[in-house]
């Protein structure tokens, strides 16, 4: 079974990871102080599921997605505002805004931070080095 899990920084600063759809009778859930310890209570959790459910639950295929807020938090003190800025084309108040969540960005704007995530993530892989 395909289940998107999203990944989301609460207000208190907490990941929270969840899934619209249903596994089994039960939904998922993740939660801690890294979105690496969201996930490992996300899988736990799915464990414990399967467990009380006798193991009456489907095999899961999970892709992981961040809100944009929870990207921005979880990599910026890899990717600067300044340097997003550059790849996305988006000024880097309004990131701040996004992470800060005082904003939240339209669809259309969701897709350019990530074609431009993608876009330096692809440059970066044909790096090589002598």
Known sequence: MKVTAIIERSPDGEYAIYTREKTGKM??????STP??????????????KEILNGDVPEIDVTFKYDVASFLRDYKD?????????????????????LSGHRHPSEATVRKIEQGVH??????????FA
């Open 119 to 128: 876009a330096l993530a692809d440059k970066l892989r044909e790096v090589e």
């Open 78 to 98: 890899v990717l600067s505002m300044s340097g997003l800025q550059v790849v996305t084309g988006i000024n880097q108040k309004q990131l701040q805004h996004y």
């Open 27 to 32: 939904g998922l859930h993740g939660y801690g």
């Open 36 to 49: 690496e310890e969201a996930k490992k209570d996300f899988w736990e959790a799915y464990d414990e599921i």
